[in-house]
Nanobody, 118 residues
Framework: QVQLVESGGGSVQPGGSLRLSCAAS????????MRWYRQAPGKERELVAR????????NYGDSAKGRFTISRDNAKNLVYLQMNSLNSEDTAVYYC???????????WGQGTQVTVSS
């Protein structure tokens, strides 16, 4: 059974940092590209960052460039999102996503809330 469990969300003041984690199980994590998405109230879900299966390649959405860093530990089946210089526009539910390499099927976590407020 595939499971993606996000953690690390919470409330933070503008300018602060958070590190999200996603624990994966039930599939061969090391061959799956992984992504972080987010969805703010009233807005569509948007891609925040993605990382290749081996971790050698990363890409970021415009809102994340220069502030967020995605990484993974294939030995521990974990993917991370380090978020710095947070602002109110980063307030959203953040979702971990696993992309099956052949079928293109996507698995989703339940999400973790990030709230940036003074």
């Amino acid at each position: 059974q595939v499971q993606l469990v996000e953690s690390g969300g919470g409330s933070v003041q503008p300018g602060g940092s958070l590190r999200l984690s996603c624990a994966a199980s039930g599939f061969t994590f090391r061959i799956f590209p992984m992504r972080w998405y987010r969805q703010a109230p009233g807005k569509e879900r948007e891609l925040v960052a993605r990382i290749s299966s081996g971790g050698e390649s990363t890409n970021y959405g415009d809102s994340a460039k220069g502030r967020f860093t995605i990484s993974r530990d294939n030995a521990k089946n974990l993917v991370y999102l380090q978020m710095n210089s947070l602002n109110s526009e980063d307030t959203a539910v953040y979702y971990c996503n696993a992309l099956a390499p052949i079928t293109g099927f996507e698995y989703w976590g339940q999400g973790t809330q990030v709230t940036v407020s003074s």
